[in-house]
């Protein structure tokens, strides 16, 4: 198999997406990660320029990769410097970091307006610091906007004739004795390569092109390296998603003969994003046939993108490909009676293979075969109870038509369903509940509303506590909280971690509309949703919540303690 490698840019790039802040703690378990899964490269950050990164390698130096190779990350030294006396250069030499990836302007339009400098000092920069650093380590070179830069120059739009800003002459004849003027991004290209680079990356750094361009202009590189004798260097690709296109991108770039792919996890950076390193990994190794990471890796791709969604603190995105939680979610009835057939028929893949699952969406487009396969899911077989199962489909088309919705609410068709077949567990009797809420002081000068909920419930006696909280389903969750937890105290780990609201009437969207309230809740070891649905936002969110705590009990397996079901 055709060998390509991995190289993850999560804790430099990814980090750049707004709302990622990744602590040094943060980026020391990220790189575990990443190397349990076999990435190649790991870049973990802008040593001198960032305090925090410059920490990190220190502290990384004393752990032992298994497979991967730590990356420092920085740009060639400024204009009109040595390397040698650069202190950032000299910061990614003494990172530690057996890999260094410089940044290298390849569009002459930046070499002029950001850099402020000719295109001629911009090649004596790159060559300069690339063949400083490879005195001590690997260096790779990625080429910035290069796409962009290359097809500038062709289309005559380049860097014009005359000074740049502040009156800086630009470079207008040949800038390289085998590349004529006005390949520029070629000219730093081979620059890089002359100097020790190991391995250039041109980047789509804008995210723009399509795949027909990054394949073409992969492909060009790729001759004019093996042409120039440069064909043991190395040919990589980065690529941003502004198009949608970054995985497609990356592909079509392996295809025309690159062969290191950059991207992050779950496809965090700036904008919209990079190319998803982990649907690039699937694409490659499992449709592709190339090598990649090890085959046992492949099985832990859902359990990495997890891990990261919860060290960004980020919820994962469900429908991103192999490892979403829909990406093999089936809903329509038509679906689900091929797939009872064999579950091929509509997957791609068997989920398990990147660590993923099957998932039936039971809706008001189920079928019989839907609520079967659905049960079985739950570990409940249907197969001998067909009646049950046609009257499951029944109850759930009537219920999504008064709003409820049980393609969102996994946990409150399991209550439907062991209901239906008699074997659902009666944990408590709820005899009453009631909120207040009144306004009773004002604090700093503003109004303070008090709100107070009560529950009396029967579990092996009757129940009564009331609870203070911020609004009323806050208190109604601390007064159904305190109540239960007595008879049953692994509810002290059940947590109301998402509450949604939605008004369904199209046509009546007064304050009495019908309301639907979505409720999701965790133990901290799975997760579960439930739903109410009412003409009051109140009543909805109870029926919402106390199905949470009813379901969060049937899956830990609590014995009920109702001793008798009062009329």
């Not at 752990?63 to 190779?69: G, K």
Request: glycine share 10%; proline share 5%.
């Amino acid at each position: 198999m055709t060998r390509v490698s991995l190289y993850d840019t999560t804790l430099r790039d990814g980090a750049q997406q707004e709302g990622i802040s990744l602590s040094v703690t943060d980026k020391l378990a990220a790189l575990q990660v990443l190397d349990d899964l076999g990435v190649d490269v790991i870049e973990g950050g802008w040593p001198g320029a960032i305090p925090k990164d410059t920490e990190f390698f220190r502290r990384a130096r004393d752990l032992e990769l298994a497979h991967a190779r730590l990356a420092a990350f920085g740009s060639t030294t400024k204009p009109g410097a040595d390397p040698a006396h650069d202190p950032q250069v000299l910061a990614l030499r003494d990172s530690g970091a057996p890999v260094i990836t410089l940044v290298a302007k390849a569009d002459p339009r930046h070499v002029v307006s950001a850099l402020h400098t000719t295109l001629e000092e911009n090649l004596r920069m790159v060559a300069d610091t690339v063949s400083f650093l490879a005195r001590d380590a690997e260096v790779m070179v990625d080429l910035e906007h290069f796409f962009d830069g290359l097809a500038a120059e062709e289309e005559g739009s380049g860097v014009p004739v005359g000074t740049g800003p502040a009156g800086v002459p630009v470079g207008t004849g040949p800038v390289d004795a085998t590349v004529p003027a006005p390949e520029y991004a070629l000219a730093v290209l081979l620059e890089a390569v002359r100097a020790g680079a190991s391995t250039v990356i041109p980047c789509d750094t804008n995210g723009g092109n399509l795949p027909d361009t990054i394949a073409q202009v992969t492909a060009r590189v790729r001759a004019l390296l093996d042409a120039e004798g440069f064909g043991h260097v190395v040919l990589g690709i980065h690529c941003h998603n502004d198009t949608g296109c970054a995985v497609a991108n990356t592909l079509a770039a392996v295809g025309a003969g690159a062969r290191q792919v950059q991207g992050t996890v779950n496809g965090y950076g700036e904008r919209t994003g990079n190319a998803n390193l982990l649907t690039c990994l699937a694409n490659l190794q499992v449709k592709l046939g190339y090598e990649v990471v090890p085959e046992s890796s492949i099985g832990r791709l859902s359990t990495v993108s997890s891990l990261f969604s919860e060290l960004v603190n980020i919820a994962p995105f469900t429908r991103d490909p192999y490892v979403g939680q829909s990406a093999f979610a089936h809903k329509a009835g038509l679906h689900a009676s091929a797939i009872r057939v064999d579950p091929d028929l509509y997957q791609h893949i068997d989920p398990a293979l990147v660590g993923n699952g099957m998932r039936m969406l039971v809706s008001e487009m189920a079928g019989r075969a839907s609520i079967e396969l659905k049960a079985r899911e739950l570990g409940v077989d249907l197969s001998g109870r067909p009646g049950v199962a046609q009257e499951m489909a029944r109850v759930v088309k009537q219920r999504e038509a008064e709003g409820y919705t049980y393609d969102a609410a996994d946990a409150s068709f399991e209550l439907l369903l062991r209901d239906e077949l008699g074997t659902l567990p009666r944990f408590v009797r709820v005899e009453s509940w009631k909120v207040s809420s009144q306004e009773i002081a004002e604090v700093e000068g503003r109004p303070f509303t008090q709100t107070e909920a009560t529950v009396k419930v029967h579990t092996d006696g009757r129940h009564i506590r009331t609870a203070e909280g911020n609004g009323p389903v806050n208190a109604l969750d601390r007064a159904l909280r305190a109540v239960l937890i007595r008879d049953y105290p692994v509810v002290g780990d059940f947590e109301l971690v998402d509450f949604r609201v939605r008004i369904l009437d199209e046509q009546h969207a007064g304050t009495d509309a019908t309301i639907r309230v979505l409720i999701r809740m965790s133990d901290g070891k799975r997760t579960w949703s439930t739903v109410g649905v009412g003409t009051d936002v109140i009543e909805a969110s109870w029926e919402a919540l106390f199905d949470g705590y009813w379901w969060g009990l049937l899956a830990s397996d609590v014995v009920p303690l109702l001793v008798v079901e009062q009329a």
